[in-house]
């Protein structure tokens, strides 16, 4: 249990249907962040938040929206996504990103499946 | 950008040590990290090493550090089937705070 929690776990969906990924920590971190983990291909940063402003998105399609309402939670909200974008997708959140000593923990990932 | 280098499979007896090997690009990185992931869960901070450091040892885990090679490895002594896993090396590069570059993972299998 690293205090970072993910819901769904799984999700399975249709090319035409809008839904939402979660993510909760509870380690007083002030940011938090989006990777994309397909097989085979190194972890993708997709976007960072700091003090619940985006500071990074890592030219994401628009397919993918982010929302962070608060340095505890963060969303990622799809639709109309791709097969190609099935793939785990992992919620990570740090204290402060700005210092070298910065270490970044990780949720257990949701894995979305687009059929 | 350039790629954090890893071999993709290793594979021990229980009771060996594993040696899994990294490349990293940025001879300005500060921290360099070491993840593992069980099979279907996140990715959960082993250890980690300064870049002022060559080696840093934490119980069965020892990180050694060739700043001139930008070569990472990580030693797990006495292998168990638990071990069994990804193992993901990552870098700080200094020009860009707050950004992990990861490789592509190590899949250790531990025999018993």
């Known amino acids: 249990e690293t205090g970072v929690t993910q819901t769904p776990r799984h999700l399975v969906m249709g090319m035409t249907n809008k839904k939402s990924l979660k993510c909760e920590q509870h380690?007083?971190?002030?940011?938090m962040y989006w990777y994309k983990q397909s097989a085979k291909k190194p972890l993708e940063l997709m976007f960072v938040?700091?003090?619940?402003?985006?500071?990074e998105n890592n030219s994401v399609p628009s397919r993918f929206s982010p929302e962070c309402p608060n340095s505890s939670h963060l969303f990622l909200h799809l639709h109309t996504l791709q097969p190609e974008d099935s793939a785990l997708y992992l919620c990570?959140?740090?204290?402060?990103?700005?210092?070298?000593?910065?270490?970044?923990?990780f949720g257990p990932g949701t894995r979305l499946t687009v059929l | 950008g350039e790629d954090v280098e890893q071999s993709l499979f290793l594979s021990v007896r229980e009771g060996d040590s594993s040696v899994i090997n990294c490349t990293y690009t940025?001879?300005?990185?500060?921290?360099l990290y070491w993840y593992k992931q069980e099979p279907g869960a996140g990715l959960q901070l082993l250890t980690y090493?300064?870049?002022?450091?060559d080696m840093k040892q934490d119980q069965r885990l020892t990180v050694l550090l060739n700043k001139k090679d930008k070569h990472l490895s990580l030693r797990i002594a006495d292998t168990q089937t638990g071990d069994s896993a990804i193992y993901f090396c990552?870098?700080?590069?200094?020009?860009?705070?707050?950004?992990?570059?990861f490789g592509r993972g190590t899949q250790l299998t531990v025999w018993p």
């Open positions: 990570a959140s740090s204290q402060d990103p700005g210092t070298n000593t910065d270490t970044q923990y």
């Open positions: 380690l007083g971190h002030n940011a």
């Open positions: 938040y700091n003090f619940k402003e985006q500071t």
């Open positions: 940025d001879s300005s990185s500060t921290y």
């Open positions: 090493i300064f870049s002022n450091m």
């Open positions: 990552a870098e700080r590069r200094g020009s860009t705070l707050g950004r992990l570059y």
